[in-house]
């Protein structure tokens, strides 16, 4: 196709191309939170496929295993004993489901629009405007220039659709659903000439498909005439513009209850089409840009701008673009509000999108790193509302999951590494993947967190009985290993990884990993500090501090390395995609360089050993580690290497597809949200104590501003401006009052007058800024010790008040 005409029109905040989309993963993403849309942007074959994020298969469940308890000491024996492989065998039938292993996330389908006398093509353009979320597609065709406009409305809760002509009479086009359903599947046109798809999701694993689900797509004509060519075809005739209104409605209700009425839903939502076309775009966008408008980065642009996304991308690495990180920084921020929204589902491993009926690892959300890192970027980069609905995941999975607190013979509750939307909490994928059931205390991490940036007590009322009722359940778990007395979880695993012992690989289950230790002793530590505010029995909590000080330290290893076992099998050569053992790195707050620095030393030699190349979700991952570890220009690179285009849709080298979908391969959303996150810790860290500005800027990034970040403490970063990649104007809002403790690398004034440092390593009296107590590290005799170096700076209290702003200056 020739070169776009239009290409001039573009902005800071699209993504932007002079081709169709040819396979999935070039398509552009549309969604309001419950519905999705993939937009392919072909001329004379339009598709639009479809997801809602209600669409599973199966039906209410749970898949705990009632032989877990009796088989639980019998195994604790063996791992104690050495016997790892024998315990591993009997962790199957004994914990593992016998049944289910989660649902699968499905489609809907696709709407099709297949014109009439559109032949050679020029000046084609399309395009994905993040800052408005609307995608538009535009070309010429013989002498008459077209337009294609598409949004998923907030408001309205429907897939809009605007097709206009340069020419009156020049929009010709049939229209009709497909899916990839073979059954349970009914095609028809509605009496009021609305074409309708009517369809079941699946059966799966034992469990019979109960979800329901109606499409409706209402066209409206303004000029022209349509009519019904067959039981499932519209056929749309010399009309000058066209508007179509997609609605989908299904028949689920919540995780118990799906006896809701599929086509009474769709119809209801389809109310809302026929107004104004301007007018419900405008509502839409305004809707939109609430949340989006709330952060913007300027790192600069140059030339690259000019080319289209797909270019920028295949060039990142040896073209300097500053602007596409920061495009790819806001796209994380514009996927994570058309994913998850309030009153919905949590975004799962696909988002909302996806065109399968089983899609990778059944879209499920996989909670050993997965669906956590969705929701990283969710109250750093100002969008606590995209939030929610993992919180509401993490209450319906507690509910869920004291039927897998009670087959351990617990109580409280728990569940292992997968859940689906019907909260099921059991052991699934088999010993070498399912037990883990650890992952209580990392969902009860997102709790606190978002806490200490809120500071709500109301808020905080309502989710501390979820984290005492998860420490209830390691009261009762946790069991003292042989060797050092430690009281640790057994059994479980590192995630995915299996340790190097005497040169073979045979075994995952053992007893006190080091993951497992941070996310206990997090919950514990921050349980004790709840309890604090809720005037929680001092019996209980006596009962916590007491366990919380006989957890298993983190270890030193042998070749400098943060052991990932309790035994130092760490192969420095083994470059897994997990990362586990440096949990307490980011996301949680137990290691850094001031308070520290052996562990600080011992996480960058564990991720040097990893390396860096990955699949995408661990790049991004790594991302926020290496900012963590205040290495900028290793965090840079790790963007640089999750920016490599990709086309692969299987394996384990990660990069972005054209559409700056995340690839694992195969897509994966995980990672866009991982490396969002990642970014914004490169620019403010808040997680240990203070707020520390640019503590990893890389050096390429020598000017920029940044607006809109939040700290915990309840302050926010309204205006953030560097040169010379340095500090040279802040000014944070507090919401909350207090102390806000600032750490700069260079000195800073307030109003004027130059600030006076205070002492090193003086405890913060900001309680939403406390640093996480730890346990003193094990450090093996031959570990070599690197001495740390810590960069010059400067450390400020300032007492704020509520609703106040304050201005500082470098100097």
């Known amino acids: 196709?020739?070169?776009?005409?239009?290409?001039?029109?573009?902005?800071?905040?699209?993504?932007?191309y002079d081709k169709p989309a040819s396979r999935w993963v070039e398509a552009?993403?549309?969604?309001?939170?419950?519905?999705?849309?993939?937009?392919?942007?072909?001329?004379?074959?339009?598709?639009?496929?479809?997801?809602?994020?209600?669409?599973?298969?199966?039906?209410?469940?749970?898949?705990?295993?009632?032989?877990?308890?009796?088989?639980?000491?019998?195994?604790?024996?063996?791992?104690?004993?050495?016997?790892?492989?024998?315990?591993?065998?009997?962790?199957?039938?004994?914990?593992?489901?016998?049944?289910?292993?989660?649902?699968?996330?499905?489609?809907?389908?696709?709407?099709?629009?297949?014109?009439?006398?559109?032949?050679?093509?020029?000046?084609?353009?399309?395009?994905?405007?993040?800052?408005?979320?609307?995608?538009?597609?535009?070309?010429?065709?013989?002498?008459?220039?077209?337009?294609?406009?598409?949004?998923?409305?907030?408001?309205?809760?429907?897939?809009?659709?605007?097709?206009?002509?340069?020419?009156?009479?020049?929009?010709?086009?049939?229209?009709?659903?497909?899916?990839?359903?073979?059954?349970?599947?009914?095609?028809?046109?509605?009496?009021?000439?609305?074409?309708?798809?009517?369809?079941?999701?699946?059966?799966?694993?034992?469990?019979?498909?109960?979800?329901?689900?109606?499409?409706?797509t209402r066209v409206e004509l303004n000029g022209g005439k349509m009519e019904a060519v067959s039981d499932s075809i519209l056929r749309v005739s010399k009309a000058n513009s066209v508007t179509l209104?997609?609605?989908?409605?299904?028949?689920?209700?919540?995780?118990?209850?799906?006896?809701?009425?599929?086509?009474?839903?769709?119809?209801?939502?389809?109310?809302?089409?026929?107004?104004?076309?301007?007018?419900?775009?405008?509502?839409?966008?305004?809707?939109?840009?609430?949340?989006?408008?709330?952060?913007?980065?300027?790192?600069?642009?140059?030339?690259?701008?000019?080319?289209?996304?797909?270019?920028?991308?295949?060039?990142?690495?040896?073209?300097?673009?500053?602007?596409?990180?920061?495009?790819?920084?806001?796209?994380?921020?514009?996927?994570l509000i058309c994913s998850s929204q309030p009153g919905g589902q949590a975004a799962n491993l696909q988002g909302i999108w996806n065109y399968q009926l089983r899609a990778p690892w059944d879209g499920k959300y996989t909670t050993d790193i997965n669906v956590e890192m969705n929701y990283w970027p969710a109250e750093t980069t100002n969008l606590a509302e995209m939030h929610e609905p993992f919180l509401q995941l993490v209450k319906e999975v507690a509910e869920q999951g004291r039927q897998s607190a009670a087959m351990y013979g617990c109580r409280g509750w728990t569940l292992h590494h997968n859940t689906d939307i019907w909260r099921s909490t059991g052991a699934v994928d088999g010993p070498k993947y399912g037990v883990w059931p650890t992952c209580n205390a990392w969902f009860c991490q997102h709790l606190w967190d978002r806490y200490l940036f809120s500071g709500d007590q109301k808020y905080l009322a309502e989710v501390y009985p979820l984290m005492r009722s998860a420490c209830e359940f390691y009261l009762d778990f946790l069991v003292r290993e042989p060797k050092n007395n430690w009281l640790v979880v057994a059994p479980s695993y590192s995630p995915e990884n299996s340790p190097n012992v005497n040169g073979t690989r045979s075994f995952v289950i053992v007893a006190g990993t080091t993951m497992d230790n941070?996310?206990?002793?997090?919950?514990?530590?921050?349980?004790?500090?709840?309890?604090?505010?809720?005037?929680?029995?001092?019996?209980?909590?006596?009962?916590?501090?007491?366990?919380?000080?006989?957890?298993?330290?983190?270890?030193?290893?042998?070749?400098?390395?943060?052991?990932?076992?309790?035994?130092?099998?760490?192969?420095?050569?083994?470059?897994?995609?997990h990362v586990s053992h440096l949990w307490g790195l980011y996301p949680g707050r137990q290691i850094n360089l001031y308070s520290s620095p052996i562990l600080h030393e011992a996480a960058k030699t564990s991720l040097i050993g990893r390396g860096d190349p990955s699949t995408g979700w661990s790049m991004g991952w790594k991302v926020c580690l290496w900012a963590r570890l205040l290495d900028g220009n290793h965090a840079y690179k790790l963007i640089t290497d999750q920016l490599n285009p990709v086309i692969e849709e299987k394996g384990q080298n990660g990069g972005t597809y054209p559409n700056l979908f995340d690839a694992h391969p195969p897509f994966q959303i995980d990672g866009n949200f991982g490396c969002t996150a990642g970014i914004a810790e490169m620019f403010v860290q808040s997680h240990a104590g203070e707020i520390h500005l640019l503590p990893a800027l890389p050096d390429v990034w020598k000017e920029g501003t940044l607006k809109?970040?939040?700290?915990?403490?309840?302050?926010?970063?309204?205006?953030?401006?560097?040169?010379?990649?340095?500090?040279?104007?802040?000014?944070?809002?507090?919401?909350?009052?207090?102390?806000?403790?600032?750490?700069?690398?260079?000195?800073?004034?307030?109003?004027?007058q130059k600030l006076s440092p205070i002492q090193a390593n003086t405890p913060c009296s900001n309680p939403l800024l406390k640093m996480q107590e730890i346990r003193k590290p094990l450090i093996a005799p031959e570990a070599p010790m690197n001495s740390t170096v810590q960069p010059a700076s400067y450390v400020y209290d300032i007492e704020t008040k509520a609703g106040e702003s304050y201005s500082l200056n470098g100097l």
Not at 1 to 16: C, D
């Open 708 to 752: 809109g970040i939040r700290c915990r403490g309840g302050f926010s970063i309204e205006e953030m401006k560097w040169d010379s990649n340095k500090i040279k104007h802040i000014r944070i809002s507090s919401s909350l009052g207090g102390v806000m403790r600032v750490r700069s690398a260079v000195p800073l004034s307030l109003n004027g």
């Open 245 to 335: 209104y997609v609605s989908i409605g299904t028949n689920f209700v919540n995780y118990k209850d799906i006896s809701g009425n599929s086509q009474k839903a769709a119809q209801t939502y389809l109310k809302n089409a026929g107004k104004n076309y301007e007018k419900a775009k405008a509502l839409h966008t305004a809707s939109y840009k609430q949340w989006f408008n709330r952060v913007s980065l300027d790192l600069g642009s140059n030339e690259q701008i000019q080319k289209p996304t797909d270019v920028r991308i295949k060039e990142f690495k040896t073209a300097f673009d500053p602007q596409l990180a920061a495009l790819y920084f806001q796209f994380g921020r514009y996927l």
């Open 28 to 216: 552009l993403p549309l969604g309001n939170g419950r519905l999705g849309a993939m937009v392919f942007g072909d001329p004379q074959h339009e598709e639009f496929q479809l997801n809602e994020e209600t669409v599973w298969g199966g039906s209410p469940y749970n898949n705990t295993n009632p032989k877990a308890k009796e088989a639980l000491s019998q195994i604790r024996q063996l791992i104690f004993e050495g016997k790892n492989s024998e315990a591993q065998e009997l962790c199957g039938p004994a914990i593992c489901s016998p049944r289910a292993n989660g649902m699968p996330y499905q489609t809907v389908g696709s709407l099709h629009l297949d014109f009439e006398n559109i032949g050679e093509v020029t000046d084609y353009y399309r395009e994905l405007d993040i800052e408005h979320a609307t995608s538009t597609t535009r070309f010429s065709s013989g002498g008459v220039n077209y337009t294609r406009e598409s949004f998923t409305s907030f408001p309205d809760q429907l897939l809009v659709i605007r097709l206009t002509a340069s020419k009156k009479g020049s929009l010709s086009f049939t229209t009709k659903y497909s899916t990839p359903y073979k059954e349970h599947i009914t095609y028809s046109i509605s009496p009021r000439k609305e074409l309708q798809l009517d369809g079941k999701a699946n059966d799966h694993e034992g469990i019979e498909g109960k979800v329901r689900f109606t499409a409706l």
């Open 1 to 16: 196709m020739a070169g776009s005409l239009f290409a001039q029109e573009k902005t800071t905040w699209k993504l932007w």
């Open 518 to 577: 941070q996310m206990v002793s997090d919950l514990f530590r921050n349980t004790l500090e709840a309890a604090a505010v809720m005037n929680e029995s001092k019996a209980f909590t006596d009962s916590l501090q007491v366990v919380a000080e006989h957890l298993a330290p983190m270890q030193v290893g042998r070749w400098g390395q943060l052991q990932e076992w309790m035994e130092d099998w760490d192969n420095p050569k083994d470059h897994h995609r």
